[in-house]
T-cell receptor, first 114, second 112 residues
Framework: DAGVTQSPTHLIKTRGQQVTLRCSPK?????VSWYQQALGQGPQFIFQ???????QRGNFPDRFSGHQFPNYSSELNVNALLLGDSALYLC?????????????FGQGTRLTVV | GNSVTQMEGPVTLSEEAFLTINCTYT??????LFWYVQYPGEGLQLLLK?????DKGSNKGFEATYRKETTSFHLEKGSVQVSDSAVYFC???????????FGAGTTVTVRA
């Protein structure tokens, strides 16, 4: 079982650019959540996808958008990057709407905006 | 809204010492409570959980008891090892809420 896989592991972007991060959920999971973890802080919920729809969203601007594909994999897109978007982006997968089962996390994508 | 407050670190201990990390929460509704651990360079792993008052979660020698009266979920381990060095996060999720709300994390370093 491959677990939750995220790509890329590290990324450096310039302010104003756009970025796409990818996540493949654990086998058998159908729900994907994205979190942003700034240095020295706990993860903050961005949004959750289930059945290819965004089901809940945290306090993040519209520059953050996502998508879920029929195979349950997901993308996180961030437009007009700001220096403050530099963080570790974590993907978590679980089973069922709301992710009521245990959430499994990937190793994250470290995004640096310069 | 929901919030989690955990004791600030970093915490540095010697091997075989007793570890306690305090966690208190504020929540609307009756939350489930979790402790996650993040080892260097890795993602979060669920360490233990409790879903109702007085439940005790336990795993790998770690324990935490859901205390509704004090809105707390303190993590304890009686004898830590160097391999327990990591960042520990307390988290909660309330019914009908899809997200996990995390504390800021506590960095624990265990020295041989």
């Amino acid at each position: 079982d491959a677990g939750v896989t995220q790509s890329p592991t590290h990324l450096i972007k310039t302010r104003g650019q756009q970025v796409t991060l990818r996540c493949s959920p654990k086998s058998g999971h159908d729900t994907v959540s994205w979190y942003q973890q700034a240095l020295g802080q706990g993860p903050q919920f961005i949004f959750q996808y289930y059945e290819e729809e965004e089901r809940q969203r945290g306090n993040f601007p519209d520059r953050f958008s996502g998508h879920q594909f029929p195979n349950y994999s997901s993308e996180l897109n961030v437009n007009a990057l700001l220096l403050g978007d530099s963080a570790l982006y974590l993907c978590a997968s679980s089973l069922g709407l709301g992710g009521i089962t245990e959430a499994f996390f990937g190793q994250g994508t470290r995004l640096t905006v310069v | 809204g929901n919030s989690v407050t955990q004791m600030e670190g970093p915490v540095t201990l010697s091997e075989e010492a007793f570890l306690t990390i305090n966690c208190t929460y504020t929540a609307t509704g009756y939350p489930s409570l979790f402790w996650y651990v993040q080892y260097p360079g890795e993602g979060l792993q669920l360490l233990l959980k409790a879903t109702k008052a007085d439940d005790k979660g336990s795993n790998k020698g770690f324990e935490a008891t859901y205390r509704k009266e004090t809105t707390s979920f303190h993590l304890e381990k009686g004898s830590v090892q160097v391999s327990d060095s990591a960042v520990y996060f307390c988290a909660l999720r309330t019914p009908n809420d899809y997200k996990l709300s995390f504390g800021a994390g506590t960095t624990v370093t265990v020295r041989a």
